[in-house]
């Protein structure tokens, strides 16, 4: 039996497409999100002609194309699909053209989603099946990494500490000194000296606020 990768690049080539020879990205983009390659040729078919109409360049699939995401190569795009098929669409159960296409290529963007799915799946037959894949839990979903725990020097933590301290000890100072009241007499400070804490305001109440000075989802074309 032919390997799938195969069977997509030649299902490519017989197209004209210039994604011809991308079957062993769009097998490994399967494999580590777990997602059939076979449905992301054939989203590439209905959204442009498997990669042979464009907006911006290598988004074969139009992902990401009302935000103006742009790729450096097939791979990258080819990437992302995958990534954005299992984590928007099969991780919420949506695993067939059918389930997926009223969230991706929906009527209310002009699309045809009949023929939209229907497309889809017609690629996918005509790939047929091959080795080289089968349906897994993805390898390498959409966990972030974990990052390596992080040691510490202890001389550098004990100066953080102390820094700590000190800056806590010099505010309270600060709120002291800039208190109301005279620490010395108890007794409330002088209208001039309120007037400078307040900002020139030495009323009874809280001072008045400072005066402040304020300051298309698009059609998607597809192509079979």
């Known amino acids: 039996m032919p390997s799938l990768a195969s069977q997509i690049d030649n299902y490519l080539k017989g197209r004209g497409s210039p994604m011809a020879g991308m079957g062993r990205e769009f097998v490994a983009a399967g494999k580590a999100y777990g997602v059939d390659p076979r449905w992301l040729v054939g989203i590439g078919v209905i959204e442009s002609g498997a990669g042979q109409y464009v907006r911006h360049p290598f988004n074969f699939a139009n992902w990401g194309i009302h935000q103006g995401v742009q790729y450096k190569n097939w791979g990258d795009a080819i990437d992302a699909l995958a990534k954005g098929m299992y984590t928007g669409y099969i991780s919420q ?132």
């Open 93 to 224: 159960g949506l695993t067939t053209p059918q389930t997926i296409v009223s969230k991706y290529a929906p009527a209310s963007d002009n699309n045809d989603e009949g023929n939209w799915a229907n497309t889809v799946s017609s690629v996918m037959s005509q790939i047929g099946s091959g080795s080289g894949w089968d349906q897994r839990s993805p390898t390498r979903a959409a966990t972030p990494p974990t990052a390596p725990p992080v040691t510490a020097d202890p001389a550098a933590q004990y100066a953080a500490q102390m820094t700590g301290i000190q800056d806590s000890l010099e505010t309270q100072r600060k709120l002291i000194a800039g208190s109301m009241f005279d620490i010395a007499t108890g007794k409330a400070k002088p209208t001039d000296a309120l007037a400078k804490l307040t900002g020139g305001y030495a009323g009874t109440g809280p001072p008045p606020a400072p005066s402040r000075a304020c300051c298309s989802s698009g059609t998607r074309r597809t192509w079979t």
